[in-house]
């Protein structure tokens, strides 16, 4: 039985921080391509139905599943109970899907979706607000635990959790048994860390992947001319694996050795209108493939 399985996130049709990308595109298209494009399972997008058994047949019928789905959290900024309530709504949800991951980001005192210098306005949290953060999903993962499902943490550029020094804060102060990491190479690269030691140090805690590659040429004018991140994503920073200047095959060697279980999926948030989606998916299908012989 194959110990690791390929997903697309739709993000590369229709994009749930900048809607206007892809707007166009119905979600049945989204899933029709993925399937098409060789991938067996997605993340859950902001087109995709609400309704579990709506989703479920359309999905099914490309056979494809769904593998994960973005939560955000506000444990910083919000009461514990409000931000519980709304991760049991989402938790739920996905146990519909038959989903194994939840994957979730802290937004308190995000900026990826403001129009601030991605680098210079970076959120950074105090003593007080990182004990919240930690123990809140501490708690977050037993309620997770409660339908045999794990919660990952997404480090992500314009958040409190961004840096590989953050995300080891993270880790050595939340539960292994009830936090693990979901590991994006094109957000540590972007934030000018080394993915490769990240995974490394992290690799026990790791139990989804995100593979994104980066265009270096354009992460550098968007640091230079001090761009959002969202300007950075229009600009076209981010692409495919195999498309950019992220070196993958240490990243699936190590992924391999360690016996990693569970999914790697795609994830490339870029203007539809300039990157025909089907085309790049069918691309970092071809070089997964070529590269991690999956």
Not at 62 to 81: D, Q, V
Not at 130 to 154: D, S
Not at 183 to 205: C, E, M, N
Request: charged share 25%.
């Amino acid at each position: 039985m194959q110990s690791i399985h390929l997903g697309i996130a739709p993000i590369g049709w229709t994009n749930d921080d900048l809607p206007e990308l892809g707007g166009e595109i119905p979600f049945e298209q989204c899933l029709s391509e993925m399937a098409l494009a060789g991938f067996e399972g997605t993340e859950v997008g902001n087109k995709y139905p609400k309704d579990p058994a709506v989703l479920n047949k359309a999905l099914k019928l490309r056979g494809l599943t769904i593998c994960n789905a973005w939560f955000s959290s506000f444990l910083t900024t919000k009461p514990y109970e409000e931000v519980e309530a709304a991760f049991i709504v989402h938790r739920d949800f996905l146990y519909a899907l038959g989903a194994g991951i939840i994957g979730a980001a802290e937004q308190g005192h995000s900026i990826q979706g403001q129009a601030k210098p991605i680098f210079e306005a970076k959120p950074v949290f105090t003593n007080e607000e990182w004990r919240r953060l930690c123990e809140g999903l501490n708690r977050l993962g037993k309620k997770a635990a409660e339908k045999g499902m794990h919660l990952t943490y997404h480090h992500h550029m314009g958040t409190g959790v961004q840096t590989a020094g953050e995300i080891d804060r993270l880790m050595e102060n939340t539960d292994p048994r009830l936090v693990g990491l979901l590991y994006d190479t094109g957000h540590l690269v972007f934030s000018g860390q080394d993915p490769l030691a990240v995974l490394t140090k992290w690799i026990h805690r790791i139990r989804h992947v995100h593979l994104k590659d980066m265009r270096p040429d354009l992460r550098n004018q968007g640091i230079s001319e001090k761009w959002s991140f969202l300007q950075a994503v229009k600009a076209g920073v981010f692409t495919v694996p195999g498309d950019g200047c992220v070196d993958f095959v240490p990243v699936f060697h190590a992924l391999k050795e360690a016996a990693y279980k569970g999914w790697w999926v795609v994830e490339a948030e870029q203007d539809p209108a300039k990157a025909n989606p089907l085309e790049y998916a069918i691309k970092a299908r071809s070089y997964i493939k070529e590269k991690a012989g999956i």
